[in-house]
């Protein structure tokens, strides 16, 4: 079965925006610090899946592979030092609320 590729980037990327939406939504509305980097992971996962999509549409597909596989290398460091930070803002604050951490002297 031979998909017209506008249709196949139409269909997908209806499903991409809402993840993208859904993202915003977790980054935006929660003060938990947890929530907002699972908000931003789900973002990083709507781009990705939008690059795959495009490559996948464009018959691009070893350079989409390589940008993905990058994007995914410097996802990985971002959430590990991201959560590093929560961990010592957890052990100094004894909370994850960004609205306690507005009170903080540096």
Known sequence: MIVDPVTFFWTFCIFIILIFII???CIFVSYNLIRVLIGLEILIKAVTLLI???GYTNNHLSMTQA?????IVVEVVFIAVAAGVVLGLYRHNKNLDTRNLRNLKG
């Open 67 to 71: 940008f993905i596989i990058t994007l």
């Open 23 to 25: 993202g915003l939504y």
């Open 52 to 54: 795959a999509v495009v």
